[in-house]
């Protein structure tokens, strides 16, 4: 008996998860969160050992403001992919939404361990550091962002702000004025009721 052998074209078994990922990647930049987890939940059976899958539908809880949830998913990536930089980074920005302070730092810390000169990480431990009422490592992170990217508005506007609660107005206004020119529109309110 003879066969014939049928030149038959499976399919890339990674293609469909990477487009649903690109889908829901693209959705998540659109601020259209809700249909990005919607697109992840329909693959959620088949996301396996999948860190990003996991990264990408905790981004999309965090955009909806479900935390806790954006908290475990985070927590999965990163148990997967221990070096997984954002998903450190997001991790510790979800604990910080919970109020745990020292958790999120713990996370930016470990961030920082991985990426010493990462300016999210940075900035998002200046800002927690400020949360834990500690004003000169919070100015630090600062600093550093500033130095290494003189045009960062985001690390001007928060020094700004963490000098003006330790009450050196003259320079917080300075701050401000610079975050201003970079962008940032709520500067021109403080300088106009703060600056004064």
Known sequence: MHIALVNIQIPDANAAPLAIKNQARQNIKLGNSQQALAILDKYSQNAGADSE???LKARALQDLRRNTDALANYSIAIYLNPKYLMAIINRGLVKGALKDLDGALM???LALTLQPNNPAALLNR????GGLNQP???IADFNRIIQLDPN????FRNRGLTKHLMGD???ACIDWARSKDLG???ASEWIATLCK
């Open 136 to 138: 000169l490592l919070a």
């Open 126 to 129: 200046g800002v927690t550091y």
């Open 53 to 55: 899958f996991f990264f």
């Open 107 to 109: 996370d930016l810390n």
């Open 184 to 186: 940032i529109a709520e």
């Open 152 to 155: 960062n508005a985001d690390a």
């Open 169 to 171: 107005k003259s320079s």
